[in-house]
């Protein structure tokens, strides 16, 4: 983005520069062809010509003067709107052999060339009108304002002045809007290659960082478990009960670490690899989670129920064990263990092309104002929470990754329930060989493929 801006903001300040010295040169140039008829229409003794010539010049001077004060728009406004009536009114006066109106075809360049495309419709705008008024002047016979003609000598020298003066201002604004043109592409070809390059650096940096993060975590996490694995060691063997409880709290604290480095390699994960899917026996998916949180605290107080009517799904493992380990976590740690039936349920179902996974508690449920910020990064509902912060923002981005969806519904002192919604790819596909093999208990379950 900042290429792009550094690009396009000094092309915007040549493009002006161009158009600002063009006008300018435009106007000079115009205000030295009024003089130059002025003389040879004074000397021709014609007295209403080298007023209008002198007239002429004086207004086109007075634009370039506005422009080099700054007034650049009200400049050309006014500069242009005067030189088409002016024409129009001049060729109507001067003999049609002239050739007053050839100065139409520089005034359609000059308004192309002068106005940038912030101000389109000016461009547009003196653009018909040059050319409106030139049909008109053929189509009246240069008749727009009455018969009164003045007399000009030399008609076939004047023609000649008029179209070398018209070609030559015509000329400069084509090379103007040809150089314009050149300067664009030729920055456009350089921000291609610039961003190029820093897709391709983006590319590696990327790379680079998801193999330190991912080494990093698993090189962190290997001494980590070293660690706990010695304090248990040492819990059993001390003696001093001291000991046991500074050894206790190393081991809380290794935990914790632990967790959040677990967190760390599944966002890793996540960011880095797609979707993959294989089929999975949810029921069997469910029980193995529940048993591994068997001995959380609190855990053995709880009842866990499954309803689950979709057996078995095509869908990625890895994330969805992910997701129901952070969701049934989540649950056991923030129950209400002091009410008479504390509970943790797991509803599986498939509605409308969907798979819809429930996971519902009643524990201690979430506050109202703080619903909206659970999936944050690093957002810690309490002050006492002791997770890592990224659990439930880890479970929103690989339910986003797999093109799903989840919201929640909760009441502070009742419970809260996640709802999880994934995309099916197909349903009730047919029983392989394979399929078979892996749940031979199932004659022919319906499979669910999830997107």
């Given at each position: 983005?900042?290429?792009?801006?550094?690009?396009?903001?000094?092309?915007?300040?040549?493009?002006?520069?161009?158009?600002?010295?063009?006008?300018?040169?435009?106007?000079?140039?115009?205000?030295?062809?009024?003089?130059?008829?002025?003389?040879?229409?004074?000397?021709?003794?014609?007295?209403?010509?080298?007023?209008?010539?002198?007239?002429?010049?004086?207004?086109?001077?007075?634009?370039?003067?506005?422009?080099?004060?700054?007034?650049?728009?009200?400049?050309?406004?006014?500069?242009?709107?005067?030189?088409?009536?002016?024409f129009a009114v001049y060729a109507c006066l001067?003999?049609?052999?002239?050739?007053?109106?050839?100065?139409?075809?520089?005034?359609?360049?000059?308004?192309?060339?002068?106005?940038?495309?912030?101000?389109?419709?000016?461009?547009?705008?003196?653009?018909?009108?040059?050319?409106?008024?030139?049909?008109?002047?053929?189509?009246?016979?240069?008749?727009?304002?009455?018969?009164?003609?003045?007399?000009?000598?030399?008609?076939?020298?004047?023609?000649?002045?008029?179209?070398?003066?018209?070609?030559?201002?015509?000329?400069?604004?084509?090379?103007?809007?040809?150089?314009?043109?050149?300067?664009?592409?030729?920055?456009?070809?350089?921000?291609?290659?610039?961003?190029?390059?820093?897709?391709?650096?983006?590319?590696?940096?990327?790379?680079?960082?998801?193999?330190?993060?991912?080494?990093?975590?698993?090189?962190?996490?290997?001494?980590?478990?070293?660690?706990?694995?010695?304090?248990?060691?040492?819990?059993?063997?001390?003696?001093?009960?001291?000991?046991?409880?500074?050894?206790?709290?190393?081991?809380?604290?290794?935990?914790?670490?632990?967790?959040?480095?677990?967190?760390?390699?599944?966002?890793s994960r996540n960011s880095r690899t797609e979707?993959?899917?294989?089929?999975?026996?949810?029921?069997?998916?469910?029980?193995?989670?529940?048993?591994?949180?068997?001995?959380?605290?609190?855990?053995?107080?709880?009842?866990?129920?499954?309803?689950?009517?979709?057996?078995?799904?095509?869908?990625?493992?890895?994330?969805?064990?992910?997701?129901?380990?952070?969701?049934?976590?989540?649950?056991i740690k923030y129950h209400r263990l002091n009410?008479?039936?504390?509970?943790?349920?797991?509803?599986?179902?498939?509605?409308?092309?969907?798979?819809?996974?429930?996971?519902?508690?009643?524990?201690?449920?979430?506050?109202?104002?703080?619903?909206?910020?659970?999936?944050?990064?690093?957002?810690?509902?309490?002050?006492?929470?002791?997770?890592?912060?990224?659990?439930?923002?880890?479970?929103?981005?690989?339910?986003?990754?797999?093109?799903?969806?989840?919201?929640?519904?909760?009441?502070?002192?009742?419970?809260?329930?996640?709802?999880?919604?994934?995309?099916?790819?197909?349903?009730?596909?047919?029983?392989?060989?394979?399929?078979?093999?892996?749940?031979?208990?199932?004659?022919?379950?319906?499979?669910?493929?999830?997107?």
């Amino acid at each position: 983005m900042n290429s792009v801006e550094n690009l396009e903001s000094p092309f915007k300040d040549f493009a002006l520069q161009k158009r600002t010295k063009l006008f300018e040169r435009i106007t000079l140039f115009g205000a030295a062809m009024g003089l130059f008829h002025f003389f040879p229409d004074l000397i021709n003794g014609t007295p209403e010509a080298p007023v209008i010539d002198l007239f002429i010049s004086v207004v086109i001077f007075s634009g370039f003067w506005l422009h080099r004060k700054g007034f650049r728009t009200v400049a050309r406004v006014v500069v242009l709107l005067f030189m088409n009536i002016i024409f129009a009114v001049y060729a109507c006066l001067m003999p049609k052999e002239v050739g007053i109106y050839l100065f139409y075809f520089p005034l359609m360049g000059i308004s192309m060339a002068s106005f940038g495309s912030a101000e389109r419709l000016w461009r547009i705008f003196f653009s018909l009108l040059s050319c409106v008024l030139l049909v008109s002047l053929f189509l009246s016979d240069f008749d727009l304002i009455g018969t009164y003609q003045i007399e000009a000598a030399n008609e076939n020298i004047f023609f000649l002045i008029n179209l070398v003066s018209s070609a030559t201002v015509l000329l400069v604004c084509i090379n103007f809007i040809m150089n314009i043109n050149e300067e664009s592409e030729r920055r456009l070809h350089i921000l291609a290659k610039e961003i190029n390059i820093k897709n391709k650096d983006l590319e590696k940096t990327n790379a680079e960082l998801d193999r330190f993060f991912y080494s990093t975590s698993h090189d962190l996490r290997s001494p980590l478990l070293s660690i706990k694995g010695l304090v248990n060691i040492a819990k059993q063997e001390a003696g001093n009960s001291s000991v046991g409880h500074y050894l206790h709290l190393m081991e809380d604290r290794a935990n914790r670490l632990d967790l959040f480095i677990k967190d760390i390699i599944d966002y890793s994960r996540n960011s880095r690899t797609e979707v993959c899917q294989e089929i999975i026996n949810m029921h069997q998916l469910v029980q193995e989670i529940g048993q591994n949180y068997q001995f959380l605290e609190g855990a053995s107080q709880i009842d866990f129920q499954n309803e689950i009517t979709v057996i078995e799904v095509l869908t990625d493992r890895s994330r969805v064990s992910v997701i129901l380990n952070n969701l049934i976590s989540n649950a056991i740690k923030y129950h209400r263990l002091n009410q008479p039936h504390p509970w943790i349920r797991v509803t599986v179902n498939h509605a409308d092309d969907n798979l819809n996974v429930v996971v519902s508690d009643n524990g201690q449920g979430i506050q109202t104002d703080r619903q909206d910020k659970i999936f944050d990064m690093f957002y810690r509902g309490t002050e006492g929470s002791q997770g890592s912060g990224l659990g439930l923002y880890i479970v929103k981005e690989m339910i986003d990754k797999m093109k799903g969806s989840i919201r929640v519904e909760s009441r502070e002192g009742e419970g809260t329930s996640f709802f999880i919604t994934l995309p099916l790819a197909g349903i009730e596909i047919e029983e392989t060989p394979a399929i078979t093999k892996q749940s031979q208990s199932v004659s022919r379950q319906h499979l669910i493929a999830v997107a």
